[in-house]
């Protein structure tokens, strides 16, 4: 990533290389380049790239959300003086129609600091899904997660899909691919501490992601933004174990209740950043045979539903109301997280595995 500073094209202000959104107004910015396609496979002629579709219109908003009044240049209301919406405040994605994310800045925080980044095949044999969260205590960690998590993606979408060699074979190829992926999001985290000048506390962000392939996840992850896996019927799973002391807790012997309490239980003991002692992501595959989804979310979502029954019961909740596209059910499930309080910013992704319609 380039550390050269450049300016926002809408209102002037500097901006990193790099950045998807102007921090100062909010315009999506040109320089978010979508992911190369990849060769030497098949399926490559009709990989999308990752694309992020925005909720609103990039730019500021011509009237204020709170009182109506026009918005002025500065991107604050002339009436009551209140700045603008971000569309880096909520989005969603939706590559194909069995993808889908929902990122939301939630009700207490003042900025979104969590990002996403989704892509898939149309014909359901491959997807990739990327969730990353900003750590909050480090200044411009929301420019880190989006960074890292567009470089994941762009990396695991450009890498050419095994054509044969079976479970194990796949399983291998895509733990390399992703341990790959988050050492180039791990290089984009660090790259925005430098064009904001090497900061004593770099911004810094968690990491998980997840690749699809033909019923085959496999996932890497470092912090504690979360992966489940739904089953339409049976017993859901919590895919990975946290990076944080929480998990050293619960794994001492204490309950998860008595743990969650705990001060320190949010504490990530491995990150991606500048600052990381330890940026290698923990490897992980599953074999799913059974129709489900697959659901990765940061902890403004967990917070309120951490065992994998209770996100269960709420992504069926959502289905037997009528919902079927998984950007929708992301769309409910931010807006149930908010109604809990939103606390923290909220990401949700969802894919449909079906294995039979393979």
């Not at 694309?51 to 240049?73: F, M, Y």
């Not at 960690?141 to 998590?149: G, M, Q, V």
């Not at 992966?227 to 309950?255: C, F, K, N, R």
């Amino acid at each position: 990533m380039s550390s050269v500073a450049v300016n926002c094209p809408a209102c002037g202000e500097p901006i990193v290389a790099g950045d998807a959104f102007c921090e100062s107004c909010g315009s999506e910015l040109a320089s978010a380049v979508a992911a190369p396609v990849p060769t030497g496979s098949p399926r490559a002629e009709s990989f999308p790239v990752p694309k992020t579709t925005l909720s609103q219109a990039p730019g500021i908003a011509d009237q204020c959300l709170e009182c109506s009044g026009k918005v002025l240049d500065d991107g604050f209301c002339s009436q009551c003086g209140k700045k603008a919406p971000s569309p880096r405040d909520h989005w969603q994605e939706s590559p194909v129609e069995w993808i889908g994310g929902v990122c939301d800045k939630g009700v207490v925080h003042a900025r979104n600091e969590d990002a996403m980044a989704l892509a898939g095949l149309p014909d359901r044999s491959l997807a990739v899904l990327v969730v990353c969260d900003g750590v909050t205590s480090a200044p411009d960690s929301d420019r880190a997660a989006l960074a890292a998590a567009r470089e994941a993606c762009a990396t695991l979408s450009g890498t050419p899909v095994p054509v044969a060699g079976g479970v194990a074979a796949t399983v291998s190829h895509w733990g390399v691919a992703i341990e790959r992926a988050c050492a180039d999001a791990n290089a984009a985290a660090i790259g925005v501490a430098r064009a904001l000048g090497n900061p004593s506390e770099p911004p810094s962000c968690t990491f998980i992601a997840a690749v699809v392939d033909n019923g085959v996840v496999t996932l890497g992850w470092c912090g504690d933004s979360r992966a489940y896996w739904l089953p339409d019927t049976g017993d859901a799973v919590q895919l990975m174990l946290d990076h944080s002391l929480g998990t050293e807790l619960i794994q001492s012997g204490m309950s998860r209740s008595d743990a969650e309490t705990d001060p320190t239980f949010h504490t990530i003991t491995r990150w991606l950043g500048a600052d990381s002692v330890d940026a290698t992501p923990d490897i992980a595959s599953h074999q799913r045979t059974e129709p489900g989804w697959l659901l990765l979310c940061s902890d403004g979502l967990w917070n309120y539903a951490s065992p994998a029954v209770a996100v269960q019961s709420l992504v069926h909740d959502q289905v037997a109301a009528g919902l079927s596209a998984p950007v929708a059910i992301a769309a409910a499930l931010v807006r149930w997280a908010n109604e809990q309080g939103g606390h923290d910013n909220i990401t949700a992704a969802l894919a449909r595995v079906e294995p039979s319609l393979r």
